[in-house]
Nanobody, 125 residues
Framework: QVQLVESGGGLVRGGDSLRLSCQAS????????VAWFRQAPGKEREFVAA????????SVNDSLKDRVTISRDYVRSQVFLQMNNLKPEDTAVYYC??????????????????WGQGTQVTVSS
């Protein structure tokens, strides 16, 4: 099991940017796919973006493509989620997850094996 730690959440204003980080406890994502999901109060957990660690290939939820980028620091084994022009509807707990058999196109939460505790992002209007 991979222990994941998210960081970078907080309270921001609409229009601001934020960068979330995901760190694996053993400092390696090996051949996994790493993804970000988010869950707003009373809503289902939603796919945000994914990155295939070996190839570096990425995918982003179509509804967020103009505002969200996923990237990595290969040396430090970190995955980042850059979010720009934040809106109140982006308010949610953001989770990092790894999937041993998932591809960068995997958007179903059931395809991911290990999850972090989440980091809260709150966007005020």
């Amino acid at each position: 099991q991979v222990q994941l730690v998210e960081s970078g959440g907080g309270l921001v204003r609409g229009g601001d940017s934020l960068r979330l980080s995901c760190q694996a406890s053993d400092r390696t994502f090996t051949e996994y796919t790493v993804a970000w999901f988010r869950q707003a109060p009373g809503k289902e957990r939603e796919f945000v973006a994914a990155l295939a660690w070996t190839s570096g290939g990425t995918s982003v939820n179509d509804s967020l493509k103009d505002r969200v980028t996923i990237s990595r620091d290969y040396v430090r084994s970190q995955v980042f989620l850059q979010m720009n022009n934040l809106k109140p509807e982006d308010t949610a707990v953001y989770y990092c997850a790894v999937g041993r058999r998932a591809s960068m196109w995997s958007q179903d939460r059931d395809e991911y094996d290990d999850w972090g505790q989440g980091t809260q992002v709150t966007v005020s209007s």
